[in-house]
C-alpha cells in the first residue's frame, strides 16, 4: 500500500478494534472520541458492527436493565474524573463485561501514575481491568483495557483534524515566566527555544507525548520514516520527542518509505487566522453557524427549510441539526472538498450546480434561473425536496451542504464580517504610519461606539462589531504590531497606558452584554452575565492582554520566518502575508499545523 492510500484509510483503521468488541454492547463515549467517529462514519459504524445503543460519558448515564456489556471509548487518562464516570456508569447499571479503549498508550499512564521503571506488560492496564470487576460487584466478570488511537478526524482524504488536542496551544512569554517560578535561578530558561518537555506541567507533557504517540502509530501503519523540521518553540518539543519515542527508533530502521514533517506554532502567523480577508465559503460557514455541541470542528445546519413548520420560539431546537460531515454519500464527499478549497464564488455555484442536478434525477420541478447565486435561491431548490421522502434521504447529505451555504450567505453577521475586513486594512495601514500606541487608541472609539443599548445584542448583524470582533481585531494588530512598530523603553510605557484604557472600555462592554458567547465564557470563566462581576471582567481581560503581548513576540527567536509584513513604500501599498507560514499546497509534506482557536493540528 502507498503511503498516500494508507493516510486516507488510517482514520478509519483506528476504530476496526473498538467495532470488534461492540456487538451487543451499549458505548459510553467522550466528546472528543465521538467527534472523531463523527468524521469517520457516525454512529452508523457502531450499530452496522451490533451496538445496542451510545450515550454520552456521563455519570448520569447508565446502562439498562438488559444490556449486560459496555464499551467505553474515552480520550483521556484513565484516572481522575475519566475514572470516577466510569465507575458511577458501573455502579448505576448491572454489566458482566466491560471493554474500556483509551487513546492515551500504557506508557503515557505509566508517566500519569509515576511510575519511573519500565515495567513488563500493560501493568496500569491489568490493575484498571481489576477496578473493573470490582465495581460490577464480581471479580469473575469480564473485564478489558486497551489502547486504540480514536483521535483522527479525516475531513477530507487529504485533510486531517485531532480535535482531541484542539486546546493544545504553543508556548508564550507568559509561560516562559510561569516554568521560571519553579526554578532555581540559576537554572532558569532565557528563551522559550531553551525550554525542555520535563520543565513543562505533568498535564501538557501528557498532551505532547500522546501526539507524538498518535503521529508515530500512522507513521508505523503507512511504513514511514520521518525527517522532521520545526517552527516555534512548541514545535519544537513536538519533533524532538516524536524523534525520542522508542517505538518511533525501531520502526525508522525497518520502514520502505521516507517523509518530510512540517510542525508549525500557529501563533507565529495569526494574521491568517483571525484576518477576514478569505474569499472562502467554508470560512463563513465555520465562522456563522453554531457549533455542534461537544465539536470543534463541525457546526449545526437549521434543518427547517425541509418541514413545513413555521420558525417560531416554540418549535426552535425540535429538528435535529444537520452538519458538514458527509460520510455515506460519494457525491456530497466531492461536493464538500471543493467547498473546502474553491474560492466562494466557485463553491456557491457547484453547491447551486449539484442541487439542480440532484432535483432533476427525482424530476421535481425545478425553475432554473442566471446570474448571481442567493440563499434565497438555494434555499427554493433545497425546499422542492421537503414532500418527496425517498429524494430527500436519497440527497440528504447534498441538502445539508446547501442548507449551510444559504444560511451562511445569509447571516445576520455577514455585514460584521465586512466591517471586520475594512478596519483590518485600516489598522494595517496605520501599523506602518503610526506607532503601536497610536493604532490601539483607534480602537476606543470602536468599543464605545459599538457599546449596546439596553436589551440589545451587538452580535445582532447590524453592522456593530461585537466584543469577540473587537478582541478578533486586537489580536490581529498584535500579531503584527513587534515587526511594524518596534519601539524601545518609553514607547512601551505608552503602550501599557493606552491598554489600560482597553481594558477599562471593554470591560464596561463585558459587563453590559445580555448573553455571552461561547469565546467569552471561556475567557471569563462564566455561563452568564448575571455571574460576570466587574472585577472578574477586569481581571480575564488583564490576561487576554497579557497574552496578546506574547503573540506579540512570538515571532522574536526566528531568522527565516521572522516577517509577516511588508511596510509600504513609493510605489506598493502595506501587505501582510496572511495566509500561513507554510500551506500544505506549497510542499509536498505532511504538515502539522500547533493551534487553539482553530483546531488546525492537521496532517
Known amino acids: 500500500m502507498l ?18 468488541k461492540v456487538k451487543k454492547a451499549v458505548v459510553f463515549m467522550d466528546d472528543r472520541c465521538s467527534e472523531s467517529l463523527h468524521w469517520n462514519g457516525g454512529a452508523a459504524l457502531l450499530f452496522e458492527a451490533g451496538a445496542r445503543n451510545i450515550k454520552q460519558f456521563s455519570s448520569f448515564e447508565a446502562g439498562g436493565q438488559n444490556e449486560p456489556k459496555a464499551v467505553f471509548v474515552v480520550s483521556t487518562v484513565l484516572k481522575g474524573k475519566t475514572a470516577d464516570i466510569i465507575k458511577d456508569i458501573i ?46 460487584g464480581d471479580m469473575n466478570y469480564t473485564a478489558e483495557v486497551m489502547h486504540a488511537p480514536v483521535v483522527f478526524a479525516p475531513l477530507t482524504q487529504h485533510l486531517h483534524l485531532l480535535p482531541a488536542f484542539s486546546d493544545l496551544f504553543p508556548l508564550l512569554e507568559v509561560d516562559l ?52 523540521f520545526s517552527v516555534g518553540p512548541m514545535s519544537r518539543l513536538i519533533a524532538g520527542e516524536l524523534a525520542s519515542h522508542p517505538q518511533a527508533k525501531n520502526r525508522r530502521k525497518s520502514a520502505p518509505n521516507k517523509a518530510s514533517v512540517v510542525f508549525i506554532d500557529r501563533t507565529l502567523d495569526r494574521t491568517g487566522a483571525v484576518g477576514h480577508h478569505g474569499d472562502s465559503l467554508v470560512e463563513k460557514i465555520l465562522s456563522g453557524l ?10 449545526q445546519v437549521d434543518m427547517l427549510e425541509l418541514t413545513h413548520l413555521k420558525q417560531t420560539t416554540d418549535n426552535k431546537g425540535i429538528l435535529a441539526p444537520g ?34 442536478e440532484a432535483a432533476s434525477k427525482e424530476n421535481l420541478p425545478i425553475k432554473m434561473s442566471l446570474g448571481r447565486v442567493t440563499a434565497e435561491q438555494l434555499c427554493s431548490y433545497v425546499q422542492l ?39 483590518e486594512r485600516l489598522l494595517l495601514q496605520a501599523l506602518g504610519d503610526l506607532d503601536l500606541a497610536e493604532v490601539l487608541k483607534q480602537l476606543l472609539p470602536l468599543i464605545k461606539s459599538s457599546e449596546p443599548e439596553t436589551g440589545s445584542d451587538s452580535s445582532s448583524g447590524s453592522g456593530e462589531l461585537s466584543v469577540d470582533d473587537l478582541l478578533v481585531l486586537l489580536v490581529y494588530v498584535y500579531s503584527m504590531a513587534q515587526e511594524a512598530c518596534p519601539g524601545g523603553a518609553e514607547q512601551e510605557k505608552h503602550v501599557e497606558k493606552v491598554e489600560n484604557e482597553l481594558i477599562g472600555a471593554l470591560t464596561l462592554r463585558l459587563t453590559q452584554q445580555t ?50 509584513y511588508t511596510p509600504s513604500d513609493g510605489a506598493h501599498q502595506v501587505l501582510v502575508m496572511s495566509t500561513r507560514l507554510l500551506r500544505p499546497c506549497d510542499v509536498p509534506h505532511l504538515l502539522f499545523s500547533i493551534d487553539r482557536l482553530k483546531p488546525d493540528i492537521g496532517v
Not at 500519569?112 to 500493560?122: P, S
Not at 516554568?179 to 507533557?205: A, W, Y
Not at 449551510?404 to 453577521?413: D, F, I, K, M, T
Open 3 to 20: 503511503p498516500t492510500d494508507g493516510v486516507m484509510c488510517f482514520p478509519g483503521q483506528t476504530w476496526e478494534k473498538v467495532l470488534s
Open 91 to 136: 455502579s448505576l447499571s448491572r454489566f458482566q463485561y466491560c471493554v474500556v479503549f483509551t487513546a492515551i498508550p500504557h506508557s503515557i499512564h505509566l508517566l500519569a501514575n509515576n511510575v519511573t521503571t519500565d515495567l513488563e506488560g500493560n501493568s496500569v492496564f491489568e490493575q484498571f481491568e481489576e477496578k473493573l470487576c470490582e465495581w460490577m
Open 177 to 228: 515566566e510561569s516554568i521560571n517560578e519553579k526554578r532555581p535561578e540559576k537554572r532558569r530558561f532565557g528563551s522559550l527555544m531553551d525550554v525542555d518537555t520535563h520543565s513543562l506541567s505533568p498535564e501538557l507533557q501528557i498532551q505532547i507525548k500522546s501526539l507524538t504517540s498518535a503521529i508515530n502509530t500512522l507513521f508505523e501503519f503507512i511504513g514511514t520514516r520521518e525527517e522532521s
Open 290 to 299: 453554531p457549533q455542534l455541541p461537544g465539536h470543534v470542528t463541525d457546526i
Open 323 to 356: 452538519c458538514l460531515a458527509q460520510n455515506q454519500s460519494a457525491t456530497a464527499r466531492l461536493l464538500w472538498e471543493t467547498m473546502l478549497v474553491a474560492k466562494q464564488k466557485e463553491a456557491v455555484m457547484e453547491v447551486r450546480r449539484q442541487l439542480v
Open 385 to 423: 425536496f421537503r414532500d418527496s421522502w425517498g429524494a430527500l434521504e436519497s440527497h440528504s447529505g447534498v441538502l445539508q451542504l446547501g442548507l449551510a451555504a444559504a444560511q451562511a450567505l445569509r447571516h445576520p453577521a455577514l455585514p460584521c464580517w465586512d466591517a471586520c475586513l475594512a478596519f
Open 515 to 564: 448573553s455571552l458567547s461561547p469565546l467569552l465564557q471561556e475567557i471569563t470563566g462564566v455561563s452568564g452575565p448575571e455571574e460576570l462581576t466587574v472585577e472578574r471582567a477586569h481581571s480575564a481581560l488583564e490576561n487576554v492582554f497579557e497574552m496578546l503581548r506574547g503573540v506579540c513576540h512570538a515571532r522574536d527567536p526566528l531568522k527565516h520566518f521572522s516577517s509577516v
